[in-house]
T-cell receptor, first 112, second 117 residues
Framework: AQTVTQSQPEMSVQEAETVTLSCTYD???????LFWYKQPPSRQMILVIR??????QNATENRFSVNFQKAAKSFSLKISDSQLGDAAMYFC?????????FGQGTRLTINP | DSGVTQTPKHLITATGQRVTLRCSPR?????VYWYQQSLDQGLQFLIQ???????AKGNILERFSAQQFPDLHSELNLSSLELGDSALYFC????????????????FGPGTRLTVL
């Protein structure tokens, strides 16, 4: 079974600084997708960024980028120029042939 | 706004009771997924329906059941409720079945918060 591990329950960063959230996963599948979701206090699940496993190029979305290391099964999220609105729970997720599997989440605090 | 609606937003009930959660997918989406999120935990996949038929099952208890109706809305029924069933229940929808040949984003509703006392 696929598993997703986020080893940092909590992280904090100063406003305008850069922070990296870690995620590792375990799978025997060769074709899959990886995602980062943001869950603000409103509890809405918001897709931040996605990565197709067959693509070597790391995905970027404005201030958000990923470091995808397929051999190491690592998928970290880098947030540049952190803003107060980035404060939220961040979930890493894996989707293979079946269901979407989520990690336990990292709570990100932005210090003004 | 994702286009996925869930009702009710909040539900408070007692142990042993039965409740029904409702989800309307985005217009045109055929797949509906249900997830459970306990306090400060990740989302656990419960079940998926595609065009009225069950497509995939996760860690769904026997006390829980779901269905998708011809108009594509879905209901999640939770019975013989226990304290541990208190959680946020999310519905998500996507355009088609989970197909590995193409990306298939799931759009999440705002969730229903269930409190069992």
């Amino acid at each position: 079974a696929q598993t997703v591990t986020q080893s940092q329950p909590e992280m904090s960063v100063q406003e305008a600084e850069t922070v990296t959230l870690s995620c590792t996963y375990d799978t025997s599948e060769s074709d899959y997708y990886l995602f980062w979701y943001k869950q603000p206090p409103s509890r809405q699940m918001i897709l931040v960024i996605r990565q197709e496993a067959y693509k070597q190029q790391n995905a970027t979305e404005n201030r958000f980028s990923v470091n995808f290391q397929k051999a190491a099964k690592s998928f970290s999220l880098k947030i540049s120029d952190s803003q107060l609105g980035d404060a939220a729970m961040y979930f890493c997720a894996y989707r293979g042939a079946q269901k979407l599997v989520f990690g336990q989440g990292t709570r990100l605090t932005i210090n003004p | 706004d994702s286009g996925v609606t869930q009702t009710p937003k909040h539900l408070i009930t007692a142990t042993g009771q039965r409740v029904t959660l409702r989800c309307s997918p985005r217009s045109g989406d055929l797949s509906v997924y249900w997830y459970q999120q306990s306090l400060d935990q990740g989302l656990q996949f419960l079940i998926q329906y595609y065009n009225g038929e069950e497509r995939a099952k996760g860690n769904i208890l026997e006390r829980f059941s779901a269905q998708q109706f011809p108009d594509l809305h879905s209901e999640l029924n939770l019975s013989s409720l226990e304290l541990g069933d208190s959680a946020l229940y999310f519905c998500a929808s996507s355009a088609s079945r989970l197909e590995m040949s193409s990306y298939n984003e799931q759009f999440f509703g705002p969730g229903t918060r269930l409190t069992v006392l």
